[in-house]
T-cell receptor
Framework: QKEVEQNSGPLSVPEGAIASLNCTYS??????FFWYRQYSGKSPELIMF????GDKEDGRFTAQLNKASQYVSLLIRDSQPSDSATYLC???????????FGTGTRLQVTL | ETGVTQSPTHLIKTRGQQVTLRCSSQ?????VSWYQQALGQGPQFIFQ???????GRGNFPPRFSGLQFPNYSSELNVNALELDDSALYLC??????????????FGSGTQLSVL
């Protein structure tokens, strides 16, 4: 069983729509959760992090965490073509700063 | 820009050779983590160095080894290269030490191709 699971996509949304990206994880003891954006050929870029149950908003991005359901999501409002990338969900494991990543969801924002 | 620099950016090696990748951490950061990202996969944790000691290791064989220097920069060494070692190698620094919840910022990576 994979420790962090994401739908590989591609997820296609029209420009201006809301993109919803989902992630589930298996380790109930996980405390820290991160979303990274990765453009093709580039390294991952941190865009959101969340530690507590509920929602956290930063500009057009909202991260949602439900520890009881072991579920993390990322909402992108007013999607732009520049948001087209792979979004990686990462969960902090037993070692501080050891992140377990999902395989990523590829997002395509169409004109 | 994250302040984490990696060298070289690209490298081509043949099977059986050895390679050394380098990482300079962001100023003030004492912890360096290395990740391997194969094509189409998420990054996989290789190991972490804190105050020049290995502090956690992922599921990688002993031919993957590392060092951290007093200035907190780091090297990743891979011996007896295999074709499956072809990947993007990412370095991340933080001030986490033993503390969890710290955000990781990655360098631009080294793309290694093993022929």
């Amino acid at each position: 069983q994979k420790e962090v699971e994401q739908n590989s996509g591609p997820l296609s949304v029209p420009e201006g729509a809301i993109a919803s990206l989902n992630c589930t994880y298996s380790d109930r003891g996980s405390q820290s959760f991160f979303w990274y954006r990765q453009y093709s050929g580039k390294s991952p870029e941190l865009i959101m992090f969340i530690y507590s149950n509920g929602d956290k908003e930063d500009g057009r991005f909202t991260a949602q965490l439900n520890k009881a359901s072991q579920y993390v999501s990322l909402l992108i409002r007013d999607s732009q073509p520049s948001d087209s990338a792979t979004y990686l969900c990462a969960v902090e494991g037993g070692t501080a700063s050891k992140l377990t990543f999902g395989t990523g969801t590829r997002l395509q924002v169409t004109l | 820009e994250t302040g984490v620099t990696q060298s070289p950016t690209h490298l081509i090696k043949t099977r059986g050779q050895q390679v050394t990748l380098r990482c300079s951490s962001q100023s003030g950061h004492n912890t360096v983590s290395w990740y391997q990202q194969a094509l189409g996969q998420g990054p996989q944790f290789i190991f972490q160095y804190y105050r020049e000691e290995e502090n956690g290791r992922g599921n990688f064989p002993p031919r993957f080894s590392g060092l951290q220097f007093p200035n907190y920069s780091s090297e990743l060494n891979v011996n007896a290269l295999e074709l499956d070692d072809s990947a993007l190698y990412l370095c991340a620094s933080s001030s986490a030490g033993m503390r969890g919840g710290e955000k990781l910022f990655f360098g631009s990576g080294t793309q290694l191709s093993v022929l």
